[in-house]
């Protein structure tokens, strides 16, 4: 079965500072990788996806998120946040196959921009 | 992007009664809908997975007679919360994939039920 890990439980840091929210995953067969957004009140949103080719990944808003397929990790970052990137961020994974199949999340970061 | 919608979006119910909560693909056939349940300040955790046509596949510690899933259509998912009880006040959001990219999965705004 497939199981995802985000250690950052509560990030919380100052505009202009740097991000890098972790994300592994266990399974042994071939992923598909992604990351969402969840703004306060606001539904699903996503931010970048992995399928296959060049590892790093770019995404909307400035985010970006490397595949390290010997660490079985897909690391969500961004050079310079902004008070309106507080949200809640889930990294989510699938197992690549003909045919649509579940997604399993992590259990979300939640980062808080300060001014 | 693909748009999915999900109706209501709000819906407030007395304890035993059934509500009946639908996932529509507004632009694309989608073939295989999910379900899933957000608790506040938590992850989404899958509920169930649905291929137009067939039975629901559920996951393991769902109720498959509480929470009846019906795909008829390649645009139309419903899920119906029978004999409802507070612990069943949730966020349920539905997502779906098909033709357009079964690779990845379009997200409804969800629905909040709270059962009284």
């Known amino acids: 079965a497939q199981s995802v890990s985000q250690h950052n439980h509560h990030v919380i840091l100052s505009e202009a500072a740097s991000l890098e929210l972790g994300c592994n995953y266990s399974?042994?067969?071939?992923?598909?990788l992604f990351w969402y957004v969840q703004y306060p009140g606001q539904h699903l949103q996503l931010l970048l996806k992995y399928f296959s080719g060049d590892p790093l990944v770019k995404g909307i808003k400035g985010f970006e998120a490397e595949f390290i397929k010997s660490k079985f990790s897909f690391n969500l970052r961004k050079p310079s946040v902004q008070w309106s990137d507080t949200a809640e961020y889930f990294c989510a994974v699938n197992e690549r196959t003909g045919t649509a199949s579940k997604l399993t999340f992590g259990t979300g970061t939640r980062l808080q921009v300060t001014l | 992007g693909a748009v999915v919608s999900q109706h209501p979006s709000r819906v407030i119910c007395k304890s035993g009664t059934s509500v009946k909560i639908e996932c529509r693909s507004l632009d694309f056939q989608a073939t295989t809908m999910f379900w899933y349940r957000q608790f506040p300040k938590q992850s989404l955790m899958l509920m169930a997975t649905s291929n137009e046509g067939s039975k629901a596949t559920y996951e393991q510690g769902v109720e498959k007679d509480k929470f009846l899933i019906n795909h008829a259509s390649l645009t139309l998912s419903t899920l119906t919360v029978t004999s409802a009880h507070p612990e069943d006040s949730s966020f349920y959001i539905c997502?779906?994939?098909?033709?357009?990219?079964?690779?990845?999965?379009?997200f409804g705004p969800g629905t909040r039920l709270t059962v009284l």
């Open positions: 997502s779906a994939a098909g033709t357009r990219a079964y690779n990845e999965q379009f």
């Open positions: 399974y042994g067969g071939t992923v598909n």
